[in-house]
């Protein structure tokens, strides 16, 4: 075999010393450096979650003022009364108080059916165009708040004689009630 000139040692040479730095590099540094980034992210990761606990810490105050806020406005979305049949009674009472101040003439008032835990009433009432939306914001803007489920309106008399002839309106109306609990 033929040896070798020096210049072509040096390249093998220096090739070598490539390789061996490659070496060292893939086998001892870049795990180092891989391993001190992995820890930076995982450092990064535990500093976001600290920052979110000390978020939901702080909110805690906020939330229990808006539960407490909460169970003291409970009554207003609820009938309270002991048992369906009264709950129905207080919501007649209430569509009949409501429909007298706002000078609308009541056909009828009866129960209608409603699921568990609520009470429903069936309204048939007589009144002007101009009574009518106050009548149904009443109904719907003070406590307990009540649902309307149904609205109905016959306009025949109001066609025939002019736009100021009564109508007559059927509303069914629903609301939630709970049976006072007793004291611990």
């Known amino acids: 075999m033929k040896s070798l000139s020096a210049r072509e040692r040096r390249i093998v040479a220096l090739g070598l010393l490539v390789l061996a730095l490659a070496l060292v590099w893939f086998a001892m540094i870049a795990p180092v450096i891989g391993g001190f980034r992995a820890r930076e992210e995982e450092r990064q990761e535990l500093l976001t979650s600290y920052a979110r606990g000390e978020r939901v810490i702080g909110a805690m105050r906020a939330t229990r003022a808006a539960l407490r806020a909460q169970h003291a406005a409970a009554g207003d979305y609820?009938?309270?009364?002991?048992?369906?049949?009264?709950?129905?009674?207080?919501?007649?009472?209430?569509?009949?108080?409501?429909?007298?101040?706002?000078?609308?003439?009541?056909?009828?008032?009866?129960?209608?059916?409603?699921?568990?835990?609520?009470?429903?009433?069936?309204?048939d009432v007589t009144l002007s165009t101009d009574a009518l939306g106050p009548l149904i914001a009443r109904l719907e803007s003070e406590p307990p708040w009540l649902t309307v489920e149904q609205f109905g309106v016959t306009a025949d008399r109001a066609a025939e004689i002019d736009r100021g002839a009564p109508i007559d309106v059927r509303l069914d109306l629903s609301a939630r009630f709970d049976a006072p609990r007793a004291p611990r």
């Open 78 to 123: 609820a009938i309270a009364a002991p048992n369906a049949a009264q709950a129905a009674d207080l919501l007649r009472e209430r569509v009949l108080t409501l429909a007298h101040a706002a000078h609308v003439t009541v056909s009828s008032v009866q129960d209608a059916q409603a699921p568990p835990g609520m009470v429903a009433v069936r309204a």
